[in-house]
Nanobody, 117 residues
Framework: QVRLVESGGGLVQAGGSLRLSCAAS????????WNWFRQAPGKEREFVAL????????YYADSVKARFTISRDNAKNTVYLQMASLKPEDTAVYFC??????????WGQGTQVTVSS
């Protein structure tokens, strides 16, 4: 079956960096676009970043633009989110999602990111 496993979350001070990974199995990784979302306590889940089937296509939420970088490694079936200049408001559970034909077909279980001030 399909499995998406996020990792790399943790506690970091404001201004620090983290790299999240999402390892996928049970699907043809290269057939999908990949997204990162996040959900803070008491808030709706929000879009963070997208990478298309081609790595040349990326899109970011305004709140993370120029600080976060999404990338993919088709050979490793893994999508990454490099996060820099982290702010306390980046604190959330981060989820990866596989997208095909404008549908989020599969979701991971999430990884917690906590940014202390």
């Amino acid at each position: 079956q399909v499995r998406l496993v996020e990792s790399g979350g943790g506690l970091v001070q404001a201004g620090g960096s983290l790299r999240l990974s999402c390892a996928a199995s049970g699907l043809t990784f290269s057939d999908y676009a990949w997204n990162w979302f996040r959900q803070a306590p008491g808030k709706e889940r929000e879009f963070v970043a997208l990478i298309g089937r081609s790595s040349s296509i990326t899109y970011y939420a305004d709140s993370v633009k120029a600080r976060f970088t999404i990338s993919r490694d088709n050979a490793k079936n893994t999508v990454y989110l490099q996060m820099a200049s982290l702010k306390p408001e980046d604190t959330a559970v981060y989820f990866c999602a596989a997208e095909v034909r404008a549908t989020y077909a599969y979701w991971g279980q999430g990884t917690q990111v906590t940014v202390s001030s």
